[in-house]
């Protein structure tokens, strides 16, 4: 059987329509990929499509792209919730569903039975390094971590983590289909936790919640710091609303698990928030208030 080779690369099936997901899956369709986008709610399916349109239509209002061009990727764009089907024609699939191994295992046990034998099966996971899961397939060399970054479309960086068994094939090819998709790889060569720039951003938003929780400035105050003097687009926790206070907590919990630092537990704060189901823009209230369309009203 072929190994993996970009040239092949036609189909993407991105498997979970969550912002991560469906975000990837129309970054590859704007590149000219045919993408399957699948869930397993049509709901989700309906509220990803919904969420597409409208950021695809800021981007025509504000003359980023053609109406042609954004009609195009639609076109080619599919939303089911059928995952053998499309995983049997897919060159290459991403997997972004939620953060729980036993989930993820399942979904590429599946996936290994009905995909073709030259297709990579790539995990968006920032938290579940791929050698967890590959062992659920038969094909553990074509296994790696694709990791994109919040908010998909705009953030150029892409990890590519490879796992011991994976081949140099499969790096080369996630790598070149995340350079074809209009972003910027970084191959990572061993499986860290965090990879590189979570563990980066780790460290950051670590000393944020060190200086706030212990009465050292506001959190508004530490935003307005890393913005204006390290010249970052936001501050830590203002990005921590972004990528979702029940993020952090299970990234927290997972970083403990595996280390048995207490250190590594999440912050008081953190764990205050997730617990009063305060979980960032995607529940209109985290560290900020933010109205129905995600503006911060606060
Ligand atoms: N989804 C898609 N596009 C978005 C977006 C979102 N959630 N938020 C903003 N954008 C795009 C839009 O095109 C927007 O323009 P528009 O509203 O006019 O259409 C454009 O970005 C600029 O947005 P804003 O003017 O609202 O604000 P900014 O200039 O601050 O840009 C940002 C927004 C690009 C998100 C920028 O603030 C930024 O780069 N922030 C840091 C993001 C970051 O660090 N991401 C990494 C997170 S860690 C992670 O992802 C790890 C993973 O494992 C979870």
């Known amino acids: 059987m072929a190994g993996p080779n970009i040239e092949n690369v036609r189909r993407i099936l991105v498997v979970g329509s969550g912002a991560m997901g469906s975000q990837i899956g129309m970054v590859c369709a704007l590149a000219g990929y045919e993408v399957a986008l699948q869930d397993i709610e049509e709901e989700m399916l309906g509220r990803a499509r ?6 695809m239509g800021r981007n025509v209002e504000k003359g980023r792209m053609s109406r042609e061009e954004v009609e195009a990727a639609f076109g080619r764009m599919t939303f089911t919730t059928d995952l053998e089907g499309p995983a049997s024609e897919a060159d290459f699939v991403i997997e972004a569903v939620v953060e729980r191994l036993d989930v993820k295992r399942e979904v590429f046990r599946r996936l290994d039975r009905a995909a073709p034998g030259h297709a990579v099966l790539a995990t968006n996971s920032s938290t579940i390094v791929s050698s967890r899961i590959a062992d659920a397939t038969g094909r553990p060399e074509l296994v790696c971590n694709m990791h994109f970054f919040n908010p998909a479309l705009v953030m150029r960086c892409v990890e590519v983590v490879r796992n011991p068994k994976t081949s140099d ?8 289909l995340a350079r074809r998709v209009g972003k910027e790889p970084v191959v990572i060569n061993k499986e860290v936790p965090g990879f590189v720039a979570n563990r980066i951003l780790h460290a950051i938003r670590s000393e944020a919640l060190w200086l706030y929780e212990n009465g050292v400035a506001s959190f508004e105050d530490i935003d307005t710091a890393c913005r204006t003097a390290l010249g970052h687009p936001m501050g830590p926790f203002e990005l921590m609303d972004l990528t979702g206070i029940d993020v952090a907590y299970h990234a927290a919990n997972s970083r403990y698990e595996e280390s048995g630092d207490p250190k590594d537990r999440p912050a008081k704060s953190i764990v205050e928030k997730y617990e009063r189901g305060e979980l960032g823009r995607k529940s209109g209230r985290g560290w900020y208030t933010y109205d129905e369309e995600g503006r911060r009203v606060e």
């Open 50 to 55: 919904e969420e597409l349109e409208r950021r």
């Open 169 to 176: 094939a499969t790096v080369e090819t996630t790598a070149e």
